[in-house]
Every structure is written in C-alpha cells, then in structure tokens.
C-alpha cells in the first residue's frame, strides 16, 4: 500500500457516506418492500492476507428456494427487476463505503470474493490479497463480469504489482464512465457471474 491510500480512502469515502445517504435509504426501502423487509446483505469474504470481513450490500435477491429440493433458485430467478436495477446502477454497493471507512476494504483493489474460492486459487492468483480489496478495480474497469475468471485474476496481480496513487485515480474516474454507462454488470448468459471452479493446470507442468 502506498503512503496516503488511507487517507485517499477516507478523503473520499466519508463525504460519500454522507453525499449518498438518500440514496441508500432509497434503496433500503425498495429492497424492503421486495424482500419482504429486508434489505441489507451481510456475507463474509476474504480481505487484506485472506483474512474474513463481514461485507455489507443492499440485498437485490430474494430467498426463493425450490418446493422440491429446498435449494435456493438459480441467481436469474432470484434477482427481481428492482434488485437488477440497483446491481446495474450499482447503488447495492453502497453500504461498502462502510467497511472502507472501517479498513476493511479500500476505494481501489481487487473486489472481494467467496471464501470458498481461497483453496482453488493458484499461487499467481492469491497474491490478490496481498492488498485490500476494493470498491473497484482494475479489473472492473477492464471487463467487470464480462470477462473470465482467468483474465479477471491476472488483472487482479497486474493491480498489487503496479498499485499507486496515479493508477488509483485513473480507475476511479473510469469507474465513473463504467457505471454510468452500465457496462459489463453480468456474463454472457448470466445473472451475475458464474462460479469460480479452480484453474486447469498449465500443460507444460509449471505453476500459475
């Protein structure tokens, strides 16, 4: 972490907070009313060294589970137009300006994934935490959900080898244009992204 990505991070978040209060009370309220009341989606994921943080994001899926199998649906069935709005405006990342005020996260970094992707990482690919996961990052404004895995990762350590103050600020006003133009918010064929299910070892036997 350069010096003054702390300070950067609570330079802008803290105003954030404030700025996009009626915003998220809009949000709450719409979620509330999809999900029966409620509205705030509280999941751990791994952080700064792998370490697990409790993330928040306004809840745009419901809970609807098959009769059947007593499964949760398909995320596709799961996500209401309400909720796809708030994902493609991205006002559902809202109360993360919560875990960068509380260090948990940063403004810029490789976005906070599932626990149980840890064991299927690859060496080359686990040195993501290595820095804090971000709001946005490199990745995001290079494809978001629209690119694979594989490509998405080597984004992710291209970021924690080049991280600086100047590569900070040119993701976060390319974020800007990113989320105003609503690009890359799902994978082909999907709701969001599809679930990561480790690497295929190289052929010629080296590691990743």
Same mark, same amino acid.
């Given at each position: 972490?350069?010096?003054?990505?702390? $300070? &950067?991070?609570? !330079?802008?978040? #803290? *105003?954030? %907070?404030?700025?996009?209060?009626?915003?998220?009370? =809009?949000?709450?309220?719409?979620?509330?009313?999809?999900?029966?009341?409620?509205?705030?989606?509280?999941?751990?994921?791994?952080?700064?060294?792998?370490?697990?943080?409790?993330?928040?994001?306004?809840?745009?899926?419901?809970?609807?589970?098959?009769?059947?199998?007593?499964? $949760? &649906?398909?995320? !596709?069935?799961? #996500? *209401?137009? %309400?909720?796809?709005?708030?994902?493609?405006?991205? =006002?559902?990342?809202?109360?993360?300006?919560?875990?960068?005020?509380?260090?948990?996260?940063?403004?810029?970094?490789?976005?906070?994934?599932?626990?149980?992707?840890?064991?299927?990482?690859?060496?080359?690919?686990?040195?993501?935490?290595?820095?804090?996961?971000?709001?946005?990052?490199?990745?995001?404004?290079?494809?978001?959900?629209?690119?694979?895995?594989?490509?998405?990762?080597?984004?992710?350590?291209?970021?924690?080898?080049?991280?600086?103050?100047?590569?900070?600020?040119?993701?976060?006003?390319?974020?800007?244009?990113?989320?105003?133009?609503?690009?890359?918010?799902?994978?082909?064929?999907?709701?969001?992204?599809?679930?990561?299910?480790?690497?295929?070892?190289?052929?010629?036997?080296?590691?990743?």
């Amino acid at each position: 972490m350069y010096p003054g990505k702390r $300070l &950067l991070d609570l !330079a802008v978040a #803290l *105003p954030l %907070v404030v700025l996009t209060a009626p915003l998220l009370a =809009l949000g709450a309220v719409l979620v509330a009313r999809q999900n029966g009341g409620a509205w705030l989606f509280r999941q751990q994921r791994p952080g700064l060294g792998g370490r697990l943080f409790g993330l928040y994001k306004l809840q745009t899926m419901t809970s609807a589970h098959d009769p059947a199998t007593g499964q $949760l &649906l398909p995320d !596709a069935q799961r #996500l *209401p137009p %309400v909720g796809g709005w708030l994902r493609a405006t991205s =006002l559902d990342e809202l109360p993360q300006l919560w875990n960068i005020v509380r260090g948990d996260m940063s403004l810029v970094g490789p976005r906070p994934l599932l626990p149980q992707y840890l064991p299927l990482y690859s060496p080359a690919q686990a040195r993501r935490h290595l820095v804090r996961p971000g709001l946005t990052g490199w990745a995001q404004v290079n494809g978001r959900n629209a690119i694979g895995w594989e490509e998405k990762f080597a984004l992710d350590a291209w970021y924690v080898d080049h991280e600086s103050l100047g590569l900070d600020l040119r993701i976060l006003w390319r974020t800007a244009g990113r989320v105003l133009g609503r690009r890359g918010i799902a994978a082909a064929g999907e709701a969001t992204m599809p679930p990561f299910r480790g690497s295929a070892p190289p052929k010629d036997g080296t590691s990743r």
